[in-house]
T-cell receptor
Framework: DAMVIQNPRYQVTQFGKPVTLSCSQT?????MYWYQQKSSQAPKLLFH???????NEADTPDNFQSRRPNTSFCFLDIRSPGLGDAAMYLC?????????????FGPGTRLLVL | GQQVMQIPQYQHVQEGEDFTTYCNSS?????IQWYKQRPGGHPVFLIQ?????EVKKQKRLTFQFGEAKKNSSLHITATQTTDVGTYFC???????????FGTGTRLTVIP
């Protein structure tokens, strides 16, 4: 089945130790998104790629970076995780062929910062 | 900036009771989407509304888009324990193609 895959499902890192979260998709969608979701809050968009074009949200900290080496894969790099970065990180995709498309979410990676 | 509020924030209902969540925007919307997120899960798309006054149904779920396209509602008839989760409305961010999620309504169904 076509889907959005995130690995790992749970990630533990140390304060200040760089960490990378990965996302892959078999939907062949043009757009890939990264969201941060803290407990009892709505998903908050960090950035997205439209093909190779990177779009950063204005309030996304510089600590967060992203890479999209090809259509299928997208990575979220947290350069120096702080305790406040502990959250669920959701990857999503959309086809990019319309202005109001459905987004398909992966299962998420829950990040714990010690 | 974009303001999308959902009420209530939490709702506890007895199984079999009805449930409604409301989404209100400060600006006119081009469309609105609804997502459901089960506890420990990820958001799953439910439906999209585009037209003023539009009403769509999915089994026990009824979705409405207001005439002024500034508000929307999701109504569940005769809730079941499988309806448990957080329901988010989502709208296009002003001037962009990205979704802005509402604050969500967490539904608990008591058996």
């Amino acid at each position: 089945d076509a889907m959005v895959i995130q690995n790992p499902r749970y990630q533990v890192t140390q304060f200040g130790k760089p960490v990378t979260l990965s996302c892959s998709q078999t939907l062949n969608h043009n757009v890939m998104y990264w969201y941060q979701q803290k407990s009892s809050q709505a998903p908050k968009l960090l950035f997205h790629y439209y093909d190779k074009d990177f779009n950063n949200e204005a309030d996304t900290p510089d600590n967060f970076q992203s890479r999209r080496p090809n259509t299928s894969f997208c990575f979220l790099d947290i350069r120096s995780p702080g305790l406040g970065d502990a959250a669920m990180y959701l990857c999503a995709t959309s086809s990019g062929q319309g202005a109001s498309e459905t987004q398909y979410f992966g299962p998420g990676t829950r990040l714990l910062v010690l | 900036g974009q303001q999308v509020m959902q009420i209530p924030q939490y709702q506890h209902v007895q199984e079999g009771e009805d449930f409604t969540t409301y989404c209100n925007s400060s600006t006119t919307l081009s469309n609105i989407q609804w997502y459901k997120q089960r506890p420990g899960g990820h958001p799953v798309f439910l439906i999209q509304l585009v037209k003023s006054g539009e009403v769509k149904k999915q089994k026990r779920l009824t979705f409405q888009f207001g005439e002024a396209k500034k508000n929307s509602s999701l109504h569940i008839t005769a809730t079941q324990t499988t309806d448990v989760g957080t329901y988010f409305c989502a709208v296009l961010k002003t001037g962009a193609n990205n979704l802005f999620f509402g604050t969500g309504t967490r539904l608990t169904v008591i058996p």
